[in-house]
């Protein structure tokens, strides 16, 4: 695993666009989400132990957001033919242990993850109702503990989600996000051979 942060795209990027294949037989696109006041976009993966760390939270905080018109959208861009613990069946499956209410993409060409210049899993991106970008960065300040090689805690400090509820909260009350945010980090997102982008590395 190498440790990597997001690499923060501009603050009022248009949400790009993406028509990808849903855990739930769906072809999910930006479309989809329309009407909701906000949008989460966020690149998750199944095993990736600083998605591990969140996703308990992420399920509740997204369940919760949902109810106020946020719309969530979670990527997975990992190469599945050498990361088969991130394939389709396996994300299935993740999605409902999870019980995540938002739907879950395959980026198989990871042509998403580029336009979105998206790096580590977890990546997160706010955009307002104008899907331009108001937030992207950490979930929350506490990371899992690693023991040791491939094995993490997150006992001691489970994850929160105050920065990500910190953004959606002004999102919705109609006031300017700040702009000092603190970059994501996690497992850089598996490209496959030859697929890098230029901003990986």
Not at 91 to 98: D, I
Not at 102 to 112: A, I
Not at 119 to 139: K, M
Not at 174 to 192: A, D, F, L, R, T
Request: contains cysteine; charged residues 25%; glycine residues 6%.
């Amino acid at each position: 695993m190498a440790l990597t942060e997001s690499t923060m795209m501009a603050l009022q990027t248009p949400a790009p666009n993406f028509e990808l294949p849903a855990t739930d037989g769906r072809t999910i696109s930006l479309a989809n989400f329309a009407d909701a006041d906000a949008l989460v976009v966020m690149f998750i993966c199944n095993h990736c132990p600083y998605v591990i760390h969140i996703a308990p939270t992420l399920s509740e905080l997204a369940k919760e957001y949902t109810e106020k018109n946020v719309a969530f959208v979670a990527i997975n861009s990992n190469d599945v033919e050498n990361y088969p613990a991130d394939g389709f069946e396996k994300m299935k499956e993740e999605a409902s242990s999870r019980d995540y209410c938002f739907p879950y993409l395959l980026d198989e060409s990871q042509e998403v993850a580029k336009a979105y210049s998206a790096a580590c899993t977890p990546d997160i991106y706010v955009f307002d109702g104008d899907r331009e970008l108001v937030y992207r960065g950490q979930f929350d300040d506490t990371r899992p503990n690693r023991i040791s090689s491939g094995n993490y805690n997150s006992g001691d400090n489970p994850a929160t989600g105050a920065d990500l509820k910190a953004s959606l909260d002004k999102v919705l009350a109609g006031e300017h996000v700040s702009e000092e945010q603190i970059p994501s980090m996690g497992c850089n997102i598996k490209w496959k051979e030859g697929n890098a982008p230029d901003y990986f590395g």
